[in-house]
C-alpha cells in the first residue's frame, strides 16, 4: 500500500488558479507514473492530466488543456497540479493516483489513490 497524501484544495472564484500537491511517500516502479482525475457526484472519475516522474512527459484531458499544469519535485517527492483559469465546471474532487507500466488516462491504470481533495469554482 502507498499512501498518497493530497493537499491544496479549496474555494476559488472563476478565473483564479490553485495549486493541489500530492506527497508520495515511497517511489517505486508502481510508482512511476501520477495522474490526477476529478469526480463529481454522479459521474464518472475524469481523467485530468498525468505525469511520469522520470522524463516528466506530461498528459492532459481535453478540458484542462492550456489551463492546468502537471509537475514533479523529486527532493520533496511530490507531484503538483497548478489549476489556471478556473472555470465552475472544474469545482469536483479531485485525486492523486499512482500507477507503473504504460502511463494511461484510464482509473483503472492506477494501483494507488489519495483521499481526494475538494475544489470548488464559485462564478
Known amino acids: 500500500q502507498v499512501p498518497l497524501v493530497e493537499s491544496g484544495g479549496g474555494l476559488v472564484q472563476a478565473g483564479g488558479s490553485l495549486r493541489l500537491s500530492c506527497l508520495v511517500p515511497?517511489?517505486?516502479?508502481?510508482?512511476?507514473?501520477m495522474a490526477w482525475f476529478r469526480q463529481v457526484p454522479g459521474k464518472e472519475r475524469e481523467f485530468v492530466a498525468a505525469i511520469r516522474w522520470g522524463s516528466g512527459t506530461t498528459y492532459y484531458g481535453d478540458s484542462v488543456k492550456g489551463r492546468f499544469s502537471a509537475s514533479r519535485d523529486f527532493a520533496k517527492n511530490t507531484v503538483y497540479l497548478q489549476m489556471n483559469i478556473l472555470k465552475p465546471e472544474d469545482t469536483a474532487v479531485y485525486y492523486c493516483a499512482a500507477g507503473g507500466g504504460l502511463i494511461r488516462s484510464t482509473s483503472e491504470s492506477y494501483d494507488y489513490w489519495g483521499q481526494g481533495t475538494q475544489v470548488t469554482v464559485s462564478s
Open positions: 515511497s517511489r517505486t516502479l508502481s510508482t512511476n507514473n
